[in-house]
């Protein structure tokens, strides 16, 4: 069994926390961030089931920006 490791961010999103993986496109949620969290453990073991990935991007240094943006 392979191991690999992934970076995940957490946030409040309205009333739910949002556990998103960094690394791939997959993200789930709950009512805390540990609900959030398992979650997402289990979305992303259900991913890595039924996808066959051979090079999973590594993040280095995340960082969160924040911008302005206008619209009618």
């Given at each position: 069994?392979?191991?690999?490791?992934?970076?995940?961010?957490?946030?409040?999103e309205?009333?739910?926390?949002?556990?998103?993986?960094?690394?791939?496109?997959?993200?789930?949620?709950?009512?805390?961030?540990?609900?959030?969290?398992?979650?997402?453990?289990?979305?992303?073991?259900?991913?890595?089931?039924?996808?066959?990935?051979?090079?999973?991007?590594?993040?280095?240094?995340?960082?969160?920006?924040?911008?302005?943006?206008?619209?009618?």
């Amino acid at each position: 069994m392979k191991s690999v490791q992934l970076n995940n961010i957490v946030y409040k999103e309205d009333k739910f926390y949002v556990a998103q993986c960094l690394n791939v496109d997959v993200s789930s949620f709950g009512k805390t961030k540990a609900e959030a969290l398992d979650n997402l453990q289990e979305a992303l073991e259900l991913y890595f089931e039924d996808v066959k990935v051979s090079v999973i991007p590594k993040i280095k240094k995340a960082e969160i920006v924040t911008s302005k943006l206008k619209y009618a």
